[in-house]
């Protein structure tokens, strides 16, 4: 039976609902356009693979490493205002990108710390959309599924309409147009008016370090969340990581950024599929489901390894989006149900800096392992490691067996002590 606050909320659609589900269809159009510009880009000033997984790397590394603290502060202060913030940091930091491009003054340092500028603000940014959501929505898994479509219709619009913006116009080109998607989304979080927190819902009165503390034990006591964040690190290091640098560069490569750009659509329009089929399907054990969902990545990194043409690459990317979509959404909607409100941002915080600290890692090595045994073997690797990964979900009891939460639950040690581990208390 849902709370109270949840029954006087819409299933999923309503104004509110609606302004930011263009906020982050937005932001994921911007996104999804960024590595074809550091890729196209990075290559026409003379720089290699390393270059451009270095320039990712940057931003991951920043966004990674301070997340935890955006958690805290999203549980402390208006996570609307900090997301508008963070936005308009972005705008200015991908305004003076495009200046360096129009310029043709591109050294790779300067491309650094603008990333690393972004994975600061986006660190501020991410938190606030894990409360954001139950917030606007009672059905939690539709909206996270509505929400999933939209960032998979900008995934499968930004990557073709960055191509274009190479081709006809320049790298520049592609960050003025990243650079207006956060000054809409800042417009649509303005307009956007959340309903009050739940009573109880923001941490006030304890200090910073003691916040961070609690979240880290909350975080720790649930032992599904703490083994997929486990097995994620490896994922992002021999999988996700080297995947996006890689087939950037392996495209353009062979096939040019309209090739890449036509790629980067499908593996949108799979994401747009899995978002669809996660709206109908709803399993009792979310994570199991989502977790064989999980084996149809493989496609993409090993299609590509394989040296495929475009169509069969774009095919094997069609079915990675819909596996990865639907582990998307049912991994979005166990964390932001079977989590106490009250500590939500900084949960997700920990749940975001985990998934995400090692891809900084796989970027920045893809270069060198791409050196040593070839593009084309690693990808091979990475398609191979991403059935491992899968696997290896549903290999623990508590990530296999944990039972769907309809609303958020009580802090466990504020719970009955009834569930056993591997159920909702994880």
Not at 99 to 114: E, N, P
Not at 406 to 420: E, I, K
Request: net charge positive.
């Amino acid at each position: 039976m849902p709370d109270r606050p949840a029954a006087g909320r819409r299933a999923v659609w309503s104004r509110d609902f609606a302004l930011f589900f263009v906020a982050r269809a937005l932001a994921r159009l911007g996104d999804t356009m960024l590595p074809v510009a550091l890729a196209a880009g990075l290559l026409q000033y003379g720089y290699g693979v390393g270059a451009v997984g270095l320039a990712m790397a940057a931003s991951a590394a920043a966004f990674a490493g301070l997340v935890v603290f955006g958690g805290v502060i999203a549980d402390r202060f208006d996570t609307r205002k900090l997301m508008i913030g963070a936005d308009l940091v972005r705008l200015g930091a991908q305004s003076l990108a495009a200046a360096l491009f129009f310029t043709g003054h591109v050294v790779l340092w300067q491309v650094c710390v603008i990333g690393a500028v972004n994975g600061v603000a986006g660190a501020v940014f991410q938190p606030g959309v894990a409360s954001t959501v139950p917030r606007l929505a009672a059905d939690v898994q539709g909206a996270n599924g509505a929400v999933r479509i939209a960032e998979s219709g900008a995934q499968l619009a930004g990557p073709a309409l960055a191509g274009l913006l190479v081709a006809f116009a320049s790298a520049g080109g592609v960050f003025v147009a990243h650079a207006a998607t956060f000054a809409l989304s800042a417009l649509c979080l303005l307009l956007l008016r959340l309903p009050p927190d739940a009573p109880g819902g923001r941490a006030r009165g304890a200090g910073f370090r003691a916040d961070l503390a609690e979240g880290w034990r909350e975080f720790r006591s649930r032992t599904w969340l703490w083994a997929v964040i486990v097995i994620w690190c490896v994922y992002m290091i021999a999988v996700w990581g080297p995947t996006v640098p890689l087939v950037a560069t392996e495209v353009v490569r062979e096939h040019g950024p309209h090739a890449y750009g036509l790629i980067n659509s499908a593996l949108g329009a799979g994401t747009v599929l899995g978002g669809l089929l996660a709206l109908r399907l709803r399993p009792r054990r979310m994570l199991r489901a989502g977790s064989v969902a999980l084996f149809a990545f493989a496609c993409f990194p090993a299609s590509v390894g394989a040296g495929l043409g475009v169509g069969a690459i774009a095919a094997g990317a069609v079915v990675a989006g819909t596996g990865m979509s639907v582990w998307g959404v049912m991994w979005a909607t166990s964390v932001q149900t079977q989590v106490a409100p009250d500590v939500l941002n900084r949960i997700h915080a920990y749940d975001v800096a985990g998934s995400l600290a090692m891809m900084p890692v796989g970027q920045a090595l893809a270069g060198p392992a791409a050196t040593a045994l070839g593009a084309d073997r690693v990808l091979q690797i990475g398609g191979v490691m991403s059935l491992v990964v899968a696997a290896a979900l549903l290999c623990v009891p508590a990530v296999r067996g944990l039972v769907r939460a309809d609303g958020p639950v009580p802090r466990l040690r504020d719970a009955v002590p009834a569930a056993p581990a591997g159920h909702r208390a994880g």
